[in-house]
Structures are given as C-alpha cells and as structure tokens.
C-alpha cells in the first residue's frame, strides 16, 4: 500500500525534525539540552509509530507507542532525577524554602 501525499509529508517533517533533535543530542552544550534532545526523539519515534499506524490502517501497533511513550515518560523523570542530585550535594539545602 503506497501511502498518501500526507503520510508523506508528515513522515519527510518527522525525518527532518528527528535529524535536528539528533544534531542537539549530540552537539548539545550541556546534559540537560540532550535530554530535552533525547525525550524529543523519543516523542518524534511515537509520532513515527502513529504515522505508520495509520498509514497500515493497523491500530495495534499504537500499543507500542503507548508502551514507549511510558517508558520514556519514566525514563525522563529518572534523568531529572538523576541531574537535581548531581546538582546538590547528598543533604545540602534546597534554595526554594522548603
């Protein structure tokens, strides 16, 4: 099955966007620059998957994304996680009052 002139484009903008996002994975200043990059390309993939679903007309690959998409929810909140302590020192002061 070919897919339409949609599809298509939206798969020639997620390349396109995939590319840049992997440009700031790589390149990126500083750690928290290639998470944000790194969670964008996960997004990217879902959007990816989603494409192909429906391009297929096959509604069980969205099982997939919604399997990654929690995956990488998680796996952000673990990068967060990991950045704040690497932060602050084990026991130092919060600057926020609590």
């Not at 007309?57 to 998409?69: F, N, P, S, Y």
Request: proline share 5%; glycine share 8%.
């Amino acid at each position: 099955m070919t897919p339409s002139p949609v599809e298509t484009a939206a798969l020639t903008l997620l390349a396109l966007s995939g590319t840049l996002a992997l440009w700031r994975l790589l390149r990126g200043p500083s750690v928290p620059d290639r998470i944000l990059a790194l969670d964008t390309l996960a997004t990217i993939g879902l959007a990816f998957i989603a494409v192909q679903a429906m391009a297929v007309g096959r509604a069980e690959i969205l099982d997939v994304g919604i399997a990654m998409a929690l995956i990488v929810a998680l796996a952000t909140i673990a990068f967060a996680h990991f950045l704040e302590r690497s932060i602050r020192p084990e026991g130092g002061e919060r600057d926020d009052g609590r």
